[in-house]
């Protein structure tokens, strides 16, 4: 019997992420034991936390996307089959990744065929991306995924206007089987989703034209932040507040350099000394100068004297800018005559060019 994965792609931000956590709760309370696979450029992954937090099974595919990893990517699956005796996985792949039919599915199907049963590749997409001011490269990425995608699911709907999210026409054009309109927050339109793709297989039949150098100048133009760490100070302090101060002098500093945000993700674990466990905040925000979303947060907010964090950000900015601001906005938030703090991981990079493990 073949084991289904559910695959879904789509641009920095759309989504994924708390989609896919929302599936495995609807597949979980379906009496489904539910594996999960994360991906990214680099390590100490935000998404990575969150998914082991809700006691589903992950697997990690870092230091390349899906398609230049492809044999940690089959491990992944057979890990999960083997150690969770899971009964369906599903994977996320980089939010910079494209051509994901030819250089994953099909040669899964090729490969694979008779171990995973692959759904139709679903591209989570959020209609208020296209007013971001990316650069055409960028921009390349995003309508690639769209261009390949065999089910769409517009996403945030609790978040958006009838008028905003009222264009399902438009994403017709991309020759896609189904159109989704669902919230991960709220859970609208997402068993609908997930009954169709677990009742479809992938059938794989669109050959895109991508250009590569296009491609890598694409994914070239994003850098990529992972920064982990710990805060601590004499005096009790908010976490809530230094999470909020963060990310808004972030998006601030950015917005200045006129650095677009692709998604920044920031996870923190406040220690507590009156609450029965550490409170826990996750916060992103998908658009320079957007709403800070609050994905975790305790109902009260109580003080604390160290917190450990995780961040994540995907800018269209060279690296060197990049780290530069985030070090100012430390800094800036945890002034040294009143926070200790100490950094266990600090990475700043672009991502190398696409070289897939097949293309198909």
Known sequence: MTLPVIIVGGFLGAGKTTLLLTAAQRLTARGLRVGMVTNDQGNNLVDSVLV????????????????????DLVNAFLTLQQTASVDVILAEPVGSCTDLLATVVRPLLHYHGDHFRLAPLTIAHDPLRANSRFLAE?????????????VIAVTKQDLYTEAKTNKIAELLRYDVGRVFRLSAVTGAGVDEWLNFVLAN??????KLEIDYCAYAAGEAALGWLNVS????????????????????LFDAALSQVGAEI?????????????????????????????PII??????????????????????QAPPGMLEAIARSVLNEVSPKNEFDVSYTNFECFRPGAPHPTYRM
């Open 294 to 315: 609050w994905d975790l947060a305790p109902p009260a907010d109580s003080p604390t004297r160290k917190l450990k964090f995780l961040l994540n950000a995907r800018v």
């Open 229 to 248: 760490g710990s805060i601590a100070s004499d005096k009790t302090f908010s976490p809530r507040n230094w999470a909020y101060h963060l990310l808004r």
């Open 138 to 150: 960028v921009d390349y990425l995003l309508q690639r995924q769209l261009a390949e995608a065999e």
């Open 201 to 206: 297989s992938s059938t794989a039949h669109k």
């Open 262 to 290: 692709a998604h920044i993700k920031l996870y923190v674990c406040a220690l507590t000394q009156h609450e029965p466990t550490d409170m826990v905040y996750k916060a992103s925000i998908t658009h320079s100068q957007g």
């Open 52 to 71: 082991q937090r809700t006691g589903v099974a992950v697997a990690e595919v870092v230091g390349g996307c899906f398609c230049c990893r492809y044999p």
